[in-house]
């Protein structure tokens, strides 16, 4: 029977999703490749699928936010949401042993989108400090943008210790534009989809030692202006992580998995800077800025070909631009099924 990590290596890196972004802020989920059996969850591994394996993914990213009061919101271009749900189907393919490519699909959900009715607003009640009317926008869901993405290990030590690889992969306008609230278009800030092509580029480091797997990656994404002549800001995403095995030591091939059932205590920081959003060319002051996570997680191997794995994300270090619904916590949760 197949090896574990062989088989529920889920996209090894590849299989999250931006749209992902992934750990989101801002009201955007984070941007990221994913992880598989042989990664940490949000840091993206240098270890590739081996040659002639599908992996099969479904992966849910939970963002929970700090309401905005409708005090706050009143008279100003502020916004504000309460969750943000991204859950993805993926599926990846390793073409060679050194170069894995994949397809992920997400499916986003929006709770509680509120904003100012500045198309009611009363310019004579505003100057005697009556707040204009807060509009609940719903909560705008849809199918989200597909991404295709790949990974190729350019480096592997003799001893299978040490790996480094390039990260691409490009996001394709297919998801939803046009979700409509009290008859009128959404912005497309609050849509499942941008309307943009957009490029991804990184590279990432994975060292192996004993019971540990210490991995860095940085992944870069080129947005350009999508639906509603709206530039959503590119992504530069960070990340370091360190993962324990517990019961005994990695073997020097992370494929192999000699027990039937295995435990990792993952530990990651992730960082992420998003560059301010722009609509027709002018740049949204409360958008945008850097955030980093401190995430613990735990991952469960079967040798059977499937894994499990369980992560919170919280907030401890943050610079947003301007005011914006700051980020309480993050929950991401995987299944990888190898075949």
Same mark, same amino acid.
């Given at each position: 029977?197949?090896?574990?990590?062989? @088989?529920?290596a889920?996209?090894i890196?590849?299989l999250a999703?931006?749209?992902? +972004?992934?750990g989101?802020w801002?009201?955007?989920?984070s941007?990221?490749?994913?992880?598989?059996a042989?990664s940490p969850i949000?840091t993206?591994?240098?270890i590739?699928?081996?040659a002639?394996?599908?992996?099969?993914?479904?992966?849910s990213e939970y963002?929970n936010?700090s309401?905005?009061?409708?005090?706050?919101l009143?008279?100003?271009?502020l916004h504000?949401?309460d969750?943000?749900?991204?859950?993805?189907?993926?599926l %990846?393919?390793g073409?060679?042993?050194d170069?894995?490519l994949?397809?992920?699909? *997400?499916?986003?959900?929006r @709770?509680n989108?509120?904003?100012a009715?500045?198309?009611?607003?009363?310019?004579g009640?505003?100057?005697?400090?009556h *707040?204009?009317?807060i509009?609940?926008?719903?909560d705008?869901?849809?199918?989200?943008?597909?991404?295709?993405f790949?990974e190729y290990?350019?480096l592997?030590s003799?001893?299978?210790?040490?790996?480094?690889?390039?990260?691409f992969?490009?996001?394709?306008?297919?998801?939803?534009?046009?979700?409509k609230?009290?008859?009128e278009?959404l912005e497309?800030?609050f849509q499942?989809?941008s309307?943009?092509?957009?490029g991804?580029l990184?590279i990432?480091?994975?060292r192996?030692?004993g019971?540990?797997?210490?991995?860095? %990656?940085l992944l870069y994404?080129v947005?350009?202006t999508?639906?509603?002549?709206?530039d959503?800001?590119?992504?530069?995403?960070?990340?370091?992580?360190t993962s324990y095995r517990l019961?005994?030591e990695?073997p020097?091939?992370?494929?192999d998995?000699?027990?039937?059932?295995?435990?990792?205590l +993952?530990?990651?920081?992730n960082?992420?800077?998003?560059?301010r959003?722009?609509i027709?060319?002018?740049r949204?002051?409360?958008?945008?800025?850097? +955030?980093?996570?401190?995430s613990?997680?735990v991952?469960?191997?079967?040798?059977?070909?499937?894994?499990?794995?369980l992560?919170?994300?919280v907030p401890?270090?943050?610079?947003?631009?301007?005011? @914006?619904?700051?980020?309480?916590?993050?929950?991401?949760?995987s299944l990888?099924v190898a075949?």
């Amino acid at each position: 029977m197949p090896n574990l990590v062989r @088989q529920s290596a889920g996209a090894i890196a590849l299989l999250a999703g931006l749209g992902m +972004i992934a750990g989101a802020w801002a009201d955007h989920a984070s941007v990221g490749l994913g992880g598989g059996a042989g990664s940490p969850i949000y840091t993206e591994s240098a270890i590739t699928l081996p040659a002639g394996r599908w992996s099969a993914s479904l992966r849910s990213e939970y963002n929970n936010f700090s309401r905005l009061s409708d005090r706050r919101l009143a008279n100003t271009e502020l916004h504000s949401v309460d969750t943000l749900l991204s859950t993805a189907l993926g599926l %990846s393919y390793g073409v060679t042993d050194d170069l894995t490519l994949g397809l992920r699909l *997400p499916y986003i959900q929006r @709770q509680n989108v509120r904003e100012a009715d500045h198309h009611v607003f009363d310019h004579g009640a505003g100057a005697h400090g009556h *707040p204009d009317r807060i509009l609940n926008l719903g909560d705008p869901e849809g199918l989200g943008d597909a991404t295709l993405f790949g990974e190729y290990r350019f480096l592997r030590s003799a001893d299978q210790q040490t790996h480094l690889a390039a990260l691409f992969g490009v996001k394709l306008p297919t998801g939803e534009t046009h979700r409509k609230s009290g008859g009128e278009r959404l912005e497309t800030e609050f849509q499942p989809g941008s309307g943009s092509t957009d490029g991804l580029l990184g590279i990432a480091a994975t060292r192996l030692s004993g019971a540990l797997s210490y991995d860095a %990656s940085l992944l870069y994404s080129v947005v350009t202006t999508g639906a509603q002549h709206t530039d959503i800001g590119d992504v530069l995403s960070y990340n370091l992580a360190t993962s324990y095995r517990l019961g005994g030591e990695r073997p020097a091939n992370p494929y192999d998995l000699t027990q039937p059932h295995a435990w990792d205590l +993952i530990l990651e920081l992730n960082g992420e800077h998003r560059d301010r959003v722009q609509i027709h060319g002018q740049r949204e002051e409360n958008s945008g800025g850097n +955030i980093v996570y401190l995430s613990p997680g735990v991952r469960y191997l079967n040798k059977t070909g499937w894994g499990l794995a369980l992560s919170l994300g919280v907030p401890v270090a943050e610079n947003l631009n301007g005011t @914006q619904a700051e980020p309480d916590y993050r929950v991401l949760s995987s299944l990888n099924v190898a075949f």
